[in-house]
């Protein structure tokens, strides 16, 4: 995780230099927000991934967490997250931007200063790249997602993702690659850090968006099956329908497009990937690299 400049708040300064007070708010408390969004190499140079909805769904978490003074712009945070790039002279990267308080250490919110960082640093596929074409199993985890009154699902909070981590590790120290998590009514709702999609006859289901993180890799999923032709359903989905899925993948900035080829040891499917999920995974990867209808639209030249 290589990285020699990070900036900070307004300024790019050595890695080393980077650093947030112990007594931070948001290192006790989960009281901050943060993106991950990728940078491709593409034959036209480097591109940033939709950008500008990283950087404004980052803006409407710490709105949602609270924060009445936002410090910077959709327009000055995508101008630094370039800057920070070409800084780093990475042609391809993840990015993470990062919201945190400065101030006193307490639970008043109000008593804080909201301050930004973004680091980048070159990273591969999340799952392996082996996954994208073989898969990966799964286990529906015995943790569930947040109730959408207990915290605010909507926001990329920092806080929110000990729920994650504590699913992916048992996950993983269970022999799995990724957890599965379903909501507090037990319908399924979204993995440890991504959306998931499941195929049934040619048509393409997802869990509705009230407890899930709208992903943007998933609305950009959602519209390039649409533009390919597919009927796509949005709604309550049980576990048992994971199951007897014909196939199901999983999507976001650093998972990219993965097939799950099983699930609690069934087999999904024909046990790899399959062809709507490899349909998808073309039109996304081709979109990415600048080769797709939409590139023009979500990418953005560093």
């Known amino acids: 995780m290589k990285s020699d400049f990070i900036w900070m708040n307004g300024e790019l300064v050595p890695t080393a230099q980077a650093m947030v007070p112990v007594l931070s708010p948001t290192l006790h408390y989960g009281l901050g927000a943060f993106e991950g969004i990728r940078c491709y190499a593409t034959p036209a140079g480097s591109m940033v991934f939709r950008l500008q909805d990283h950087m404004q769904r980052l803006i409407a978490s710490s709105h949602i967490l609270g924060v009445r003074a936002f410090p910077y712009s959709q327009q000055e945070l995508c101008a630094a997250a370039i800057a920070t790039i070409r800084k780093n002279n990475f042609t391809s990267c993840y990015i993470r931007p990062l919201l945190y308080m400065d101030g006193p250490l307490g639970l008043n919110l109000d008593v804080s200063t909201p301050k930004v960082s973004i680091a980048t640093w070159e990273w591969g596929t999340y799952l392996g790249a082996d996954a994208l074409e073989a898969g990966v199993h799964m ?164």
């Open 139 to 302: 286990m529906v985890s015995s943790y569930t997602r947040h109730h959408i009154n207990a915290t605010m699902t909507k926001s990329k909070i920092t806080g929110n993702y000990v729920n994650s981590v504590m699913a992916k590790t048992l996950a993983l120290r269970s022999g799995y690659d990724e957890a599965i998590m379903l909501d507090p009514e037990g319908y399924l709702a979204e993995c440890s850090g991504e959306n998931i999609f499941l195929v049934r006859n040619g048509e393409i289901y997802m869990p509705g968006r009230a407890t899930i993180l709208e992903g943007i890799t998933r609305d950009s999923l959602f519209k390039l099956a649409l533009d390919a032709g597919y009927t796509v359903h949005e709604g309550q989905i049980s576990r048992d329908q994971l199951y007897i899925a014909d196939e199901v993948f999983v999507c976001g900035t650093a998972a990219e497009v993965t097939p799950v080829r099983a699930i609690d040891h069934r087999t999904i499917g024909a046990g790899r990937r399959g062809p709507v999920t490899k349909a998808l995974q073309d039109a996304f990867f081709e979109t990415v690299n600048g080769k797709g209808k939409r590139s023009a639209e979500w990418l953005s030249k560093v």
